[in-house]
């Protein structure tokens, strides 16, 4: 046992060792990149069901808790991570190596849920949540849950009665900083305090249930909660099983991806060769706004096919476009030309967007605070106060931040709160630690004016209006543009500056520097000598041959070939028609099209040279059907919507055999599904026979084998997108072009400067013990969290002590059951065993809890015991009636023959036999019973496993509490299996006998 102890603690540590080894990763940098990937997504979430419908190629993997993924995507397992905005901010926030895809997949409402028909329920929160938003509470809730960095949080200190019906409140305490358990072992959070708000309003103590995510909506419905505060979903599908209050909290649905891919600034391409130089060019492009700015309703005015990015920084937005995740930056002038000072790379589209003025911001019933700054600010203009602060801090290109100026403060006639948003260089923003810009300056100035003292208050720019119209500040400086759709909301002074909003972009770059800088591929040109792959026979061959002297042609006989030889690297690029190309990269989204298309050609059936008839034939059949719309038919359902679907087509056969030669190149021309080929070419070729009432018969062969056949009458005739060339013509003869196809290169994404990151920074990498002294204090001593595992360590020691020892009581009744020649006994048993053998654990559990004492207040560990011990039954029942068989009959004769009865035989000679043969298959089945109890945590126990799971979503660490978890599972184990080893040695004749000896 001491050796199988080392060689777990070896294991264990070698395990821990590995984790940090390097792993070959998928690049996401898109959702393009990711349409083939492994996706993470949280078990019975939005994001589960948005993974499975926008990436149904994808590899979609469910995980209970954030943590699993996390630790699935830093060991390699999977590429990205599906989960809501909040998760993924904190899951970014410790762990650097991960970051987000600027899109959202999805925007979502989050809101509370309350079992079905509970009305007066849901009215009484859609009451609280309305009063919330209107008194700001939420905003400020947002801004002191929601943080961009580690700063600690910041709790209101909520009073609730002592007294009174608990309000069970249902959450999955693993999702920060949604909920989840801070040192204390209390349940916190937006959402904790969220609950404690309501609660106080409804005069009511609030009791916290923790519980796996997928068990709380079972739990509701069974009345085990009274509602569900954890960063919920409304969806449909949740609304047929509880009802849902008002939103709380605008979230969406974000994929996380290893940073790599998600924030290193990506080389220029040749798409920024042709950068933005004008506006027009920006309608349908990625385009950053700052939610609710009037940059953000002016793009939206003026580019309504544009995808737009809300970010929270004009730095935010700047770095998206630096980095090519965004195409665009539309804001005041004012801000970009800062921006553009600082970041070179980046340039000022010439022509404006719009034109706005600013002013300060007012609420709509305070006309005499108006009147006041309309007052000073015509002053201030008069005296040219106002040209000096544009000239000091807008059109000056400062390096160094210009300091305010001293301003005499007046004798105190009050406060008035000046509410400004501070990431909003020149006007509103941080420099040393302080509060500084044009905006700053200016409200010291109308303070001293006013004689009144301002007090600045910084929020997030959207809160600002709504901060207004509660109350909680009196004006608003923040570089506020006037729009009419604002002036319905507050009121506005006279505007202290005239503002364009503009369009900042990436400066162009030429296409031949990108390829020097990156030695990627920037345009066709690159290929001049390269390895370029075609298809054997095509015109691609003759092409390349023709173009790329230098280069090194290889020929493939098939489409496969071609893409396996770019996949692997014997070749460069290769040359490929466009349609079928489409469906390849649809299927393996590592590829990627280099330039513009080479060239393009009409496609035609070819024909021997001695069968005019046919071919003429199949013109007017042509001609035909492009007359009564079925070629149209054909070109939207085979070209546009890629449906592989064949028609029925009625035939009468009598007129012989059409035999056609195809070549299965791929969709949407030619391919085989389901053991047959379809394709735009062959129901073209099923139409072209049945309309001579000939049957048709395919022959699929090379592409390069198919000329040959038609021309030496192998074939009747060949369809397969065959471009019609001259030298073509020269062997066969050719229809009317039925289609126009081009001709593109592809290569790996990983080779294309168009889709190539630049390499982040290499830092140090920390030591393997240094780590581990890391993560056991974080883990472990930080928090306390140490007592965390000390109760999980407890209620798994309890559970499964109990329920062995209910389990082993059980399984001797069903075994006395089953061995008894009653039927009104035995068929019982027999039904016993087998239903509870055939039903997984989790299944048992959840019914027991949910169903049998859906009515009944009963602790979940009370529960746990019961299920637990009744699956240990089913097949300790088994073990001792096995064991009880392997004594021999003869035993029970001879002690009824001395005397004993049947009680008395079986407890003194066939017992303790039975115990000695069946101890090593019960200590088994024991250990297996250990490691069972780590699913308890679907209904609300906190175990060793929640335990983990628990500091995992506060440490964020992926793998030191799984490896501590799985340590302290091995020494509950080993322990249980010294006390049984001992049981066995005891009841062991032969041991006995050696102990007398010894003696």
């Known amino acids: 046992m001491k050796t199988a102890a080392a060689f777990m603690l070896i294991l264990l540590a070698v395990m821990a060792g590995l984790s940090s080894c390097s792993k070959t990763e998928t690049v996401i940098a898109n959702f393009d990149d990711a349409q083939t990937a492994k996706i993470g997504v949280m078990t019975g979430s939005t994001g589960e069901a948005i993974a499975q419908a926008k990436f149904p190629k994808a590899q979609v993997k469910s995980f209970d808790d954030i943590m699993d993924a996390v630790a699935a995507i830093k060991s390699g397992q999977i590429d990205a991570i599906v989960t809501a905005f909040p998760a993924a901010l904190q899951v970014t926030k410790k762990n650097q190596e991960l970051g987000l895809l600027p899109e959202p997949l999805a925007n979502e409402d989050t809101a509370i849920a309350v079992m079905k028909g509970n009305t007066g329920l849901l009215v009484s929160l859609n009451r609280i949540i309305t009063g919330l938003k209107q008194d700001g509470t939420l905003e400020s809730m947002k801004k002191r849950w929601f943080k961009p960095d580690l700063t600690p949080y910041e709790e209101l200190q909520i009073t609730l009665p002592a007294q009174g019906t608990p309000l069970k409140i249902g959450v999955s305490a693993t999702r920060e900083p949604f909920s989840f358990v801070d040192k204390t072992g209390r349940v916190t959070g937006h959402d904790g305090e969220l609950a404690r708000l309501i609660g106080a309003k409804l005069n009511r103590p609030v009791v916290f249930l923790n519980m796996k995510f997928m068990a709380l909506i079972p739990a509701l419905q069974s009345g085990k909660v009274d509602m569900i505060i954890t960063g919920m979903t409304a ?13 709380y909290y605008a979230n969406a649905q974000v994929m996380l991806v290893r940073k790599a891919a998600a924030s290193a600034p990506v080389a220029a391409t040749t798409a920024d060769a042709q950068a933005i130089t004008d506006l027009q060019a920006l309608d349908g492009q990625r385009i950053a706004v700052l939610s609710g700015s009037a940059g953000d309703l002016a793009a939206r005015k003026h580019f309504p096919n544009a995808r737009f990015q809300a970010l929270a920084a004009s730095a935010d937005a700047a770095l998206a476009v630096k980095t090519n995740k965004a195409d665009a930056f539309v804001y005041d002038k004012s801000v970009l030309l800062n921006v553009a000072e600082k970041n070179p790379e980046l340039a000022i589209v010439a022509q404006p967007v719009d034109q706005l003025e ?24 008069k005296e040219g106060v106002l040209d000096r602060l544009r000239s000091k801090w807008v059109d000056s290109k400062y390096s160094v931040t210009p300091p305010l100026p001293t301003i005499a403060k007046p004798e105190s006639q009050g406060v008035l709160r000046m509410g400004t948003c501070a990431t909003i260089e020149p006007f509103s923003f941080q420099a040393d630690g302080k509060l500084t810009g044009l905006d700053i300056e200016l409200g010291q100035l109308l303070g001293q004016r006013l004689g009144k003292k301002i007090e600045v ?11 207004l119209q509660s109350g909680k500040i009196d004006f608003a400086l923040s570089n506020f543009n006037v729009t009419e759709e604002r002036k319905k909301l507050v009121l506005f002074s006279l ?33 001049a000598d390269k390895r370029i792959g075609v298809l054997l026979g095509s015109a691609h061959d003759t092409y390349a041959a023709k173009n790329y002297p230098k280069a090194t042609i290889l020929q493939y006989k098939t489409p496969a070939d071609v893409a396996l030889a770019v996949k692997s690297g014997k070749v460069d690029a290769a040359l490929f028609d466009a349609d079928p190309l489409r469906e390849i990269m649809r299927q393996d989204g590592s590829f990627g099209l280099l330039g513009e298309a080479l060239f393009a050609f009409g496609v035609g059936t070819g024909f021997n040279q001695s069968n005019a008839g046919l071919k003429q034939e199949f013109d007017r059949f042509l001609v035909q059907i492009k007359e009564n719309g079925v070629y149209g038919d054909m070109v939207k359902r085979w070209m546009e919507k890629a449906d592989t679907r064949m028609p029925v087509l009625k035939n009468l056969k009598t007129n012989g055999v059409l035999v056609v030669g195809v070549s299965d190149i791929g969709m949407p021309f030619t391919l085989v599904k389901n053991n047959r080929l379809v394709g735009f070419d062959v129901e073209l070729s099923e139409r072209f026979g049945a309309q001579l009432g000939k049957e048709v018969r395919f022959a699929n062969m090379e592409f390069g084998s198919l000329v040959a056949a038609v021309s030496t009458g192998k074939v009747d005739m060949i369809a397969s997108s065959i471009y019609i060339t001259a030298e073509r013509q020269k062997q066969i003869h050719f229809s009317r072009p039925y289609y126009e196809i081009g001709t593109r290169a592809f290569a790996l994404k990983q080779n294309l400067a168009d889709y190539s990151p630049a390499v982040d ?15 056991f204090d974080s883990n472990i001593i930080q928090e306390d969290r140490y007592l965390l595992i000390w109760d999980g360590l ?24 089953r061995m008894s020649e009653k039927m009104a006994l035995n068929l019982p048993a027999r039904l016993y ?23 009944v207040d009963i602790s979940p560990v009370l529960v746990a015991i019961i299920a637990f011990g009744m699956n240990f039954a089913a097949y300790v029942s088994e073990i001792f009636r096995t064991g009880i068989k392997g004594v021999d009959r003869g035993q029970s004769e001879a ?29 088994g089945e024991f250990i297996s019973l250990v490691k069972m109890t780590s699913i308890v945590g679907y209904i609300a126990v906190q175990d060793l496993t929640k335990a983990s799971d628990i500091i995992r979503s506060r440490t964020f660490d992926a793998f030191f509490p799984l490896v501590m978890v799985a340590v302290l599972y091995f020494l509950i184990s080993w322990a249980l299996m010294q006390f049984l080893e001992y049981l066995e040695r005891a009841t062991d004749p032969k041991h006995k006998r050696r102990k007398v000896g010894k003696a």
């Open 235 to 247: 969806t449909d599908g949740r609304k047929k099983f509880v009802d849902f209050t008002g939103p």
């Open 358 to 381: 600013v002013a300060a911001a007012i609420k709509k019933d305070n006309q005499a605070l108006l009147a006041q700054i309309d007052s000073v600010l015509n002053a201030l203009k």
């Open 457 to 467: 208050i910084d929020m997030n720019f959207e809160a600002l209006i709504p901060a």
């Open 495 to 527: 505007p202290y500056i005239q503002n364009d909003i503009s369009a900042l972009v990436r400066k162009p770059v030429p296409p031949q520097a990108v390829a020097v800088q990156t030695g990627k591929l920037a345009s066709v040109a690159d290929l």
């Open 761 to 775: 920074t290499e830092t140090a990498p920390t030591s393997f013990f240094t780590g581990i002294a890391n993560s």
């Open 794 to 817: 407890k209620t798994t020691v309890t559970i499964s002590v109990f329920s062995a020892l209910f389990g082993t009581l059980l399984g001797g009744l069903v075994c006395f059951m």
């Open 833 to 855: 065993i087998g239903i509870l053998r055939g039903m997984p654990v989790l299944v048992l559990l959840m019914l027991i809890f949910y169903v049998v004492f859906a009515s």
């Open 895 to 923: 002690g009824i023959a001395m005397g004993f009865s049947k009680v008395q035989t079986f407890l003194f000679i066939v017992l303790p036999q039975t115990v000695q043969r069946i101890l090593p298959v019960y200590k």
